[in-house]
């Protein structure tokens, strides 16, 4: 009897054998499969910088150096995040056509892929802004009243109250804002393109750059209400100063000669 029971399993064996099965299963799991993906996820962003490094030898690096260090005809791109890029290239403003004050948007030559490429090349240069996500930059329940005080407080000065651009010195100038997605115009915010300042999440958070484009989308859109008529005074000081030199000098021209006209005739009778 004393032997029968010496071999008798304990009631709890079972329940352990069982956890250890488990466990070992748990562990081969997060041994192999993350592992597995985090393996795929880098063999992709690897290629992705392989052929980004590619397209950035034809199109970019006769201005920003070969290696992104800067040239007299191009910035260093070290350290200016996949975000700059995304925008830049994006919206056609690179590679830029010729050296000057602005370079200008204009059609865009790359498809979004090749953007990518290029963006996660120009990342692996240095740490910067990454591209943002849809839940970054989507203003759907951003707040435009609040997104207007702080254009008005941050942007105005340049894009003009209504976001449709201005003159600024020595040939630069603030472009407008109409038709801009939301995704570059937060990248805009994040990297200051050109002569802009930047706004990093740190000194501007996520939801008050949602309140800035649900603003943007509210008043200057092809759907916007424009109950002012003509918006002479929103598209600039040039077009006003113009406006004001042709409008007004030639109606003092005309009344010169109008006055002229009539004190010769009075003068004859």
């Not at 299963?25 to 997060?30: I, V």
């Not at 910067?128 to 702080?150: C, F, H, I, R």
């Amino acid at each position: 009897m004393k032997k029968l029971s010496a071999r008798r399993r304990h009631p709890l064996a079972a329940v352990v054998v069982l956890l250890l099965a488990l466990a070992a299963t748990g562990g081969l799991y997060a041994a192999f499969a993350p592992a597995g993906k985090a393996q795929a996820d880098d063999t992709a962003q690897s290629l992705a910088i392989d052929e980004g490094k590619k397209l950035y030898a034809v199109g970019c690096a006769s201005c920003h150096g070969v290696g992104g260090q800067g040239t007299t005809d191009g910035p260093s791109l070290t350290g200016v995040g996949a975000a700059a890029v995304d925008f830049q290239v994006g919206t056609g403003r690179m590679p830029a056509q010729q050296p000057g004050p602005q370079v200008p948007k204009k059609k865009v030559i790359y498809d979004q892929k090749e953007i990518d490429q290029l963006a996660a090349y120009v990342a692996s240069l240095g740490p910067g802004p990454s591209v943002p996500t849809a839940g970054q930059y989507n203003p759907q329940g951003a707040d435009a009243a609040k997104g207007g005080e702080l254009f008005r407080s941050n942007c105005a000065q340049c894009h003009n109250f209504g976001g449709e651009g201005g003159a600024l010195t020595n040939g630069k100038y603030a472009p407008g804002l109409e038709g801009v997605t939301p995704k570059h115009l937060y990248e805009a915010m994040l990297t200051g393109p050109q002569n802009m300042p930047s706004f990093p999440d740190s000194t501007m958070p996520e939801q008050q750059k949602q309140d800035i484009i649900k603003y943007i989308e509210s008043v200057n859109s092809s759907t916007s209400a424009n109950p002012g008529g003509l918006k002479l005074g929103g598209i600039g000081p040039v077009s006003e100063g113009l406006f004001s030199w042709i409008i007004g000098l030639g109606a003092l021209v005309a009344v010169a000669v109008w006055v002229a006209a009539h004190t010769a005739k009075a003068r004859k009778s």
